[in-house]
């Protein structure tokens, strides 16, 4: 059967201590960019967390990256950090407004992280999944939800991501201090790899990336990995589904050699 698209990626391209680790010593700055996209296929912009980034920014990532290449983005914190979501639909207008749609064919899917005390109130998130559209400006819109409370390991918010009007799937979380949420719940799978160790030249052990390797091609031809925690036993409907893997926190240092070591798996595997 055919397979979606797997990209790749880490969070952001600016950290100093990958300069001669992963950038070499005498980059120039302004290539840094250009020359993680060289290398991997996926980046998750961080910086729109914290705080508004400008219309020409967007234009100029995508123009400085190859075709095929994605961002992901992360949501405002303004949208997420609320007692009640729904009270936060003027900082998702405003977010969508405010240039992120110029990354045209290059925009991935949008996380929305929910702080790790937010606990799972269904009225309050089928409420907020109301807010999420399909489509700006004539540019498909992918969300990711980032629920990292014990309590949204429920039944019940896996079937509110498949109900809902928008594309939305949770991020599949590896990360020993919150639950990982497997079940596939759209036309796209978003994974968060959080297990990297600085003393590990390749950030991650060769035996997690040989396991992970695969689960991504399950992903990726419509299945779901059966080693893998799923909330309901719903079979996923056997499609190609896009898969989007970041090798994120953890020991950030070694995350590019993670992800490139995973890159190098998929593509000896075809």
Do not use: C
């Not at 036993?233 to 994120?248: L, N, S, W």
């Amino acid at each position: 059967m055919a397979a979606g698209a797997i990209r790749v990626g880490i969070g952001g391209w600016t950290y100093e201590p990958w300069r001669g680790v992963f950038y070499p010593a005498d980059l120039p700055q302004k290539r840094e960019l250009a020359y993680t996209a060289e290398r991997l296929t996926a980046i998750e912009i961080n910086a729109t967390f914290y705080g508004a980034q400008k219309p020409e920014s967007f234009r100029k990532w995508a123009a400085e990256t190859p075709e095929g290449f994605v961002f992901s983005v992360k949501g405002p914190r303004f949208a997420t950090q609320r007692r009640v979501l729904t009270e936060g639909a003027e900082s998702i207008e405003r977010f969508l407004g405010g240039g992120v749609t110029e990354l045209g064919p290059k925009l991935g899917p949008i996380v929305w992280q929910f702080p790790a005390t937010k606990r799972f109130d269904p009225a309050d998130i089928e409420g907020f999944l109301k807010l999420l559209p399909r489509e700006r400006g004539g540019v498909r819109l992918r969300h990711a939800i980032e629920a990292r409370h014990e309590s949204f390991a429920d039944p019940a918010f896996v079937d509110l991501l498949r109900a809902a009007d928008a594309e939305v799937t949770q991020v599949v979380l590896d990360d020993p201090d919150h639950p990982m949420i497997a079940d596939v719940t759209a036309e796209f799978v978003y994974l968060r790899l959080e297990r990297a160790q600085e003393e590990l030249e390749g950030g991650y052990p060769a035996e997690d990336l040989d396991a992970w390797a695969p689960r991504l091609e399950t992903y990726a031809r419509g299945g779901q990995p059966a080693d893998l925690p799923a909330l309901t036993g719903d079979k996923p409907k056997k499609q190609p589904r896009d898969v989007f893997a970041f090798f994120i926190s953890g020991a950030k240092v070694r995350n590019p050699a993670a992800a490139m070591a995973m890159i190098g798996r998929l593509d000896s595997a075809h």
